[in-house]
């Protein structure tokens, strides 16, 4: 072994557990200390002493692996034109990048926990066809929200005057021009790389060589990783549903589903990091559920908790779990080797 190749191998080593310190004491400020989960704990296992509650508990749990099975399916659907990379693989290197994400905004750790399970492929150019993947989940979500909030604010926020008449039917004209807008670039991404050169000034030009995965994909391809992510949203939709019916929240499916795909709209549009998601979540949370139940006066103590706890619960079962995983994994990736290059 060369001395560069033992330098390489000791700093890989450095910098996964740095990742690893980084995403245990993230989590532990959050979810130990930062956070006041004794009312949620308490709930929690109150709760799992009654009839039928366990068979829900499990079944969200499983649910984890379906949700992230659909994302690896995806990834390795995507990253297939450029390497190879098997499913458990593939699988352990998402987990990795959830870990990363967890003190880097918006999850954006999560492209470069990925790519670096590439052993020949461009680092770069695996960057920028996650971003495909990214974006497709955007859209599901971005859309969805959008669409849900024009239900909502003639149902339940038809007393705020501003929100009424033509301001509503303006904003009707808003939401379906953008989300048409989203669709359109999405379907023609491959545009990204025609319009390279006009894209990247003089010093940036090394890099529009990369853009050319963006003409990767034709629209079947696209039409189908959009059906993935349409598939996992309503994975961690359906996860949300069995814990607020697990905590007693009576919301009803139809209205449930709206409240939930606003939720998830406001968390996208919204800078966090993990570290401070879970507080915002269960922020937005009790807002649109507490405008939804102050209609009906069934907004209580009770409630509020369930929200809390569901959301709470969401949280740790579907990022928090899968983080401390693939922060363990983390020492299976290669932050350095010999060379960097696209094998096509």
């Keep these: 072994m060369s001395q560069t190749t033992k330098i390489q191998k000791t700093y890989n080593y450095l910098i996964s ?155 009707i004209v808003v939401i379906f021009f953008m989300d048409t807008v989203l669709l359109s670039f999405y379907f023609n991404i491959d545009l990204l790389s025609s319009l390279k050169d006009k894209i990247f000034v003089r010093h940036l030009r090394k890099f529009r060589k990369f853009f050319i995965v963006f003409s990767y994909y034709n629209f079947s391809e696209l039409r189908r990783v959009l059906t993935l992510s349409l598939m996992r949203y309503m994975v961690f939709s359906a996860q949300y ?21 606003i939720i998830f709209f406001i968390m996208t549009i919204i800078p966090t990091i993990a570290l401070t998601e879970l507080g915002i979540r269960g922020t937005v949370a009790i807002y649109f559920f507490g405008v939804y139940f102050s209609k009906a006066h069934l907004m209580n103590e009770s409630v509020t908790i369930g929200i809390l706890s569901a959301s709470t619960l969401l949280w740790i079962i579907n990022l928090a779990v899968p983080a401390l995983v693939g922060s363990i994994l983390i020492f299976r990736l290669h932050f350095f080797r010999k060379e960097e290059g696209s094998i096509r």
């Design 17 to 171: 557990g740095f990742i690893f310190l980084i995403t245990w004491l993230f989590l532990y400020h959050r979810i130990f200390y930062k956070s006041n989960l004794s009312d949620i704990s308490d709930t929690i296992s109150g709760l799992l002493l009654k009839p039928g509650v366990k068979v829900k508990f499990v079944i969200v749990f499983l649910l984890i692996f379906v949700n992230w099975g659909i994302e690896t399916v995806k990834w390795r659907y995507l990253i297939r034109k450029i390497e190879y990379v098997p499913f458990f693989k593939s699988f352990s290197s998402i987990l990795s990048g959830i870990a990363v994400s967890t003190f880097i905004p918006n999850r954006v750790g999560e492209y470069f926990g990925r790519v670096f399970v590439l052993d020949k492929a461009s680092r770069i150019e695996g960057i920028l066809i996650t971003l495909v993947g990214s974006l497709s989940q955007l859209l599901v979500t971005l859309i969805a929200g959008s669409f849900c909030f024009a239900i909502f604010i003639p149902r339940f926020l038809w007393h705020i005057e501003n929100l009424t008449g033509t301001f509503y039917y303006g904003l």
């Design 241 to 261: 549903l069995i814990l607020l019916r697990m905590f007693s929240v009576p919301v009803p499916f139809f209205d449930g589903v709206i409240i939930i795909s």
